[in-house]
């Protein structure tokens, strides 16, 4: 038998994964939210037309089918806990899950046309995808095309999480390989960026020496072009003396270097050669040795294939740069 002084465990006894699955409901997400975003459990109560009892008991079934206590009472009402943050989040991204997932059948319940989700690195949207976009288009007119683009890493987790159908990306960044199917497609090319009122870009035969002691704009540092930047930084003998800004944005690098006189910028070399044909960036004569990684068509492995979609993986076949 216990003590009579022996202090009660209050350590959250968290539910496990089947558990939480088999007893949360899409309703207890929504009231989670709204006591959160309420405040309190009478405003809840009022803005889902319940009981602030029933509230109550239900916040109370939450919390114990999830093993841990998500709101604190406070003089001032409920305030979430650390825990109660993150289940949240979560909510709120499930429910976000759950509305496109109703648009997408009502989209589909009102067209015979099929849905495709695509995903892709910035080089690839230049170089190959948006006219591939436009042929596919005209096979099928009635096809809904959902436009991602990302990092690779990025499109990868949406290609295992089925987010995505189909994406243009480098595979040597996911933690395991054999989760996807790659198809060469590309040899990227790629080239420096800067402003046209850059004081080098008009320069001849520019040197890292020089271009180094520049702010650069940088891509995250898990990022191919990222390591192919520093290896050929590395290959010249010299370090990028500054590094304002780090983004895997392309608009936001073509802006940055539009608006800016002294930045600089690695980019895919169609990308780079769009904008600058609408005068927002020029490129600078400056060799970069270095080579990137090829790209190519990923799909999730033993995925089905339907037939817009093996339409539109032909159509960006044919707009695949040859290999040099």
């Given at each position: 038998?216990?003590?009579?002084?022996?202090?009660?465990?209050?350590?959250?006894?968290?539910?496990?994964?089947?558990?939480?699955?088999?007893?949360?409901?899409?309703?207890?997400?929504?009231?989670?939210?709204?006591?959160?975003d309420m405040g309190s459990v009478h405003q809840a109560a009022t803005f889902l037309h319940m009981s602030q009892p029933g509230v109550s008991k239900a916040l109370r079934e939450i919390e114990e089918a999830i093993g841990v206590l998500l709101f604190a009472r406070?003089?001032?009402?409920?305030?979430?806990?650390?825990?109660?943050?993150?289940?949240?989040?979560?909510?709120?991204?499930?429910?976000?899950?759950?509305?496109?997932?109703?648009?997408?059948?009502?989209?589909?319940?009102?067209?015979?046309?099929?849905?495709?989700?695509?995903?892709?690195?910035?080089?690839?949207?230049?170089?190959v995808l948006t006219n591939a976009l436009i042929d596919f288009h005209r096979l099928h007119p009635d096809a809904t095309v959902e436009l991602h683009e990302g990092t690779s890493a990025d499109l990868l987790e949406g290609v295992q999480s089925g987010k995505l159908d189909l994406a243009l990306c480098r595979t040597s960044v996911a933690p395991r390989v054999d989760l996807f199917d790659f198809e060469w497609l590309c040899d990227e090319r790629v080239a420096v960026a800067v402003s046209p009122t850059h004081a080098l870009s008009q320069t001849k035969?520019?040197?890292?020496?020089?271009?180094?002691?520049?702010?650069?704009?940088?891509?995250?540092?898990?990022?191919?072009?990222?390591?192919?930047?520093?290896?050929?930084?590395?290959s010249n003998g010299v370090v990028l003396a500054f590094r304002p800004v780090e983004t895997s944005s392309t608009f936001a690098t073509a802006l940055l270097l539009n608006k800016s006189p002294e930045m600089v910028a690695l980019m895919s070399l169609e990308t780079l050669q769009f904008f600058a044909a609408r005068g927002t960036v020029a490129r600078l004569d400056l060799k970069v040795s270095t080579k990137a990684e090829p790209y190519g068509l990923v799909t999730r492995t033993g995925s089905a294939e339907p037939e817009a979609l093996v339409t539109l993986k032909n159509c960006i076949r044919k707009q695949a740069i040859p290999p040099a």
């Amino acid at each position: 038998m216990e003590s009579p002084g022996k202090p009660e465990d209050d350590e959250p006894q968290l539910a496990t994964l089947h558990a939480i699955s088999g007893r949360l409901k899409f309703k207890q997400l929504k009231l989670l939210i709204a006591i959160e975003d309420m405040g309190s459990v009478h405003q809840a109560a009022t803005f889902l037309h319940m009981s602030q009892p029933g509230v109550s008991k239900a916040l109370r079934e939450i919390e114990e089918a999830i093993g841990v206590l998500l709101f604190a009472r406070t003089p001032q009402g409920l305030v979430a806990t650390d825990m109660g943050r993150c289940a949240i989040r979560h909510a709120r991204l499930m429910l976000s899950s759950l509305s496109h997932m109703h648009k997408e059948l009502h989209s589909m319940a009102r067209s015979s046309g099929a849905r495709i989700a695509v995903g892709s690195i910035a080089g690839a949207l230049a170089a190959v995808l948006t006219n591939a976009l436009i042929d596919f288009h005209r096979l099928h007119p009635d096809a809904t095309v959902e436009l991602h683009e990302g990092t690779s890493a990025d499109l990868l987790e949406g290609v295992q999480s089925g987010k995505l159908d189909l994406a243009l990306c480098r595979t040597s960044v996911a933690p395991r390989v054999d989760l996807f199917d790659f198809e060469w497609l590309c040899d990227e090319r790629v080239a420096v960026a800067v402003s046209p009122t850059h004081a080098l870009s008009q320069t001849k035969d520019v040197s890292w020496k020089v271009v180094s002691q520049y702010p650069w704009i940088l891509f995250p540092g898990h990022m191919p072009l990222r390591t192919l930047l520093e290896r050929e930084a590395a290959s010249n003998g010299v370090v990028l003396a500054f590094r304002p800004v780090e983004t895997s944005s392309t608009f936001a690098t073509a802006l940055l270097l539009n608006k800016s006189p002294e930045m600089v910028a690695l980019m895919s070399l169609e990308t780079l050669q769009f904008f600058a044909a609408r005068g927002t960036v020029a490129r600078l004569d400056l060799k970069v040795s270095t080579k990137a990684e090829p790209y190519g068509l990923v799909t999730r492995t033993g995925s089905a294939e339907p037939e817009a979609l093996v339409t539109l993986k032909n159509c960006i076949r044919k707009q695949a740069i040859p290999p040099a």
